[in-house]
């Protein structure tokens, strides 16, 4: 059987880091936060390391804000829960480094092929951005459908996927 993947999804401050970050702790293992986060301003620093902090020494931190897939195939192991944290910032970098080719559809199967090889339990959250206005840009847009196909491939290949609203989970799959 295959370690189990779970996806969380939820708007912004939602609760699904919480909830992700619960979830995993209460599975057997090592921990291990695998971020996506880049602190461009003292803002975001500050968010970062609150987050840390509030994670504790059980977890380590290792950060891949654009080699997400290839961090998932080095780091799962059967002893080990992943938890990524988040996939729309991940998406967000591709575009900005300007590596989401095929509007996400590249990232995305190579991130699916990850999972399907990971040989340990996998916890991947990402915001629902598609639940709001259609963006009046042309760079919103293409953020938002290259989040949306990365989140509707994730959650093909996930096992699980919980909606987390207002801190209380909905289980989509």
Known sequence: MHPPILF????ARSGK?????RRAEAL???????ATAQAFDDEMAAR??????????RWRTVEAPLALAGTIAAEAQPDRVLLVDCLTLWAS??????????EG?????????????????VILVANE?????VPDNALARRFRDIAGRINQAVAAAAHEVQFIDAGLPLRLK
Do not use: E, K
Request: proline share 3%; no cysteine; charged share 15%.
């Open 8 to 11: 969380v999804l939820g708007g």
């Open 17 to 21: 880091s919480r909830y992700a970050q």
């Open 28 to 34: 057997p293992g090592d921990l291990v936060y695998v």
């Open 48 to 57: 970062i390391a609150s987050h840390r902090t509030d994670r504790g020494a």
């Open 93 to 102: 970098n591709l575009l900005l480094a300007d590596r989401a080719d095929g």
């Open 105 to 121: 559809a590249d990232a995305a199967a190579g991130l699916v092929a990850a999972l399907a090889a990971a040989s340990g339990p």
């Open 129 to 133: 951005v598609g639940l709001g206005i």
